[in-house]
C-alpha cells in the first residue's frame, strides 16, 4: 500500500466515456499507481473543493490510474471536459484501502453505480491464481448506467453478475440478491462492496456472522487528509460509539465496525 501522499500534475492519457453521464480519465502518475484498491485521489476542480474519487484501475508497471466518475455537479462537468495531453492537479492516495483477497476462501465483489470501478481495481489487482475463486455482482438503475462490465469479464473471475432496477440488463433487482444467494453456498467467504449507503446497510447486515465483509463508503468530503470532519461516521469502540474519518480512516471499513 502506498502511504505518501503527494500533490502532483498528471498527464491525462485517455478519456473514455464508459456509460451516459459517466467519464474515466486515465492519468500517468506512478505515485497513484503504487494504490491500494479503494484508496482515492483528492482532484483539484476550478471554484469548488476537490473532489475524491476512487482509482478505478492501477497499472504499477505502466505507473498509470484510472479515475471513474459521474457527472453530478459542476466540478464533475469541468473535469468531464478534460482531453488527453491536459494535466490534473491530483493529491493522493488518501484513505485506506481493501485487504488483499484472501488465497484460501472464496470472495466477492459487490458494487453499485460509481461503486463498481474501486471493485474492478481490486480484482485487477488480484493475482490471476486468485480470480477464478471471485465472483463480481455489478448494479445499476438501468443498462445505460452499467459501468465496466466488459473490463470485469476480462479478467477471468468465476463469475460476473450484473443487476439492474428496471430489469434491461441481467436479473432485475438489486446486488442483494445475488449477494444472499453467495452468502449462502460461501459461508465463511469474503465481500468487498462499495456503493450507496442504503446499499451497503444491506451488505452489512446479510453478511453479519456469515463473511468477513469490507465496505468502502461514498461520503461528502472537505479536506481529505482527516482536518475538517466533514466525512465523520458513526463506528463501534470498547468506550461506545465514536465517530471515524471516511478520509482518513476509510474509505475502506470492516462492515461490523460502522453503527449503521
Known amino acids: 500500500m502506498s502511504t505518501r501522499v503527494q500533490e502532483l500534475e498528471a498527464p491525462i492519457l485517455e478519456r473514455r466515456e464508459p456509460a451516459a453521464g459517466h467519464v474515466e480519465l486515465v492519468v500517468e502518475a506512478p505515485a497513484l499507481a503504487a494504490a491500494r484498491p479503494g484508496q482515492f485521489a483528492h482532484v483539484r476542480t476550478p471554484g469548488t473543493l476537490r473532489r475524491p474519487i476512487s482509482f478505478s484501475r492501477l497499472d504499477p508497471g505502466s505507473g498509470t490510474a484510472g479515475l471513474l466518475f459521474r457527472v453530478v455537479g459542476s466540478g464533475t462537468a469541468w473535469l468531464a471536459e478534460r482531453q488527453a495531453g491536459e494535466r490534473l492537479n491530483l493529491l493522493g492516495p488518501l484513505g485506506r484501502g481493501f485487504p488483499e483477497p484472501p488465497a ?47 473490463d470485469f469479464q476480462a479478467l477471468g473471475l468465476g463469475a460476473v453478475v450484473v ?16 449477494l444472499a444467494a453467495w452468502l449462502e453456498r460461501n459461508p465463511g467467504g469474503v465481500v468487498y462492496a462499495c456503493g ?20 468502502a463508503l461514498e461520503q461528502r468530503m472537505g479536506c481529505g487528509v482527516g482536518a475538517c470532519l466533514a466525512c465523520a461516521v458513526l463506528a463501534h469502540g470498547p468506550q461506545g460509539p465514536h465517530y471515524r474519518r471516511v478520509c482518513r480512516d476509510g474509505p475502506v471499513f470492516a462492515a461490523g465496525e460502522l453503527v449503521w
Open 196 to 215: 450507496p449507503t442504503p446499499m451497503l446497510r444491506g451488505v452489512a447486515e446479510l453478511s453479519q456472522g456469515r463473511a468477513e465483509a469490507y465496505v
Open 104 to 150: 484460501d476462501r472464496p470472495w466477492i465483489l459487490v458494487g453499485g453505480g460509481v461503486g463498481i470501478p474501486p471493485l474492478y481495481a481490486q480484482a485487477q489487482q488480484a493475482p490471476a491464481a486468485l480470480r477464478p475463486a471471485a465472483t463480481a455482482v455489478l448494479g445499476a438503475r438501468s443498462r445505460a448506467l452499467l459501468v465496466m462490465e466488459e
Open 163 to 178: 443487476t439492474t432496477d428496471d430489469g434491461s440488463a441481467g436479473e432485475a433487482g438489486t446486488v442483494l440478491g445475488p
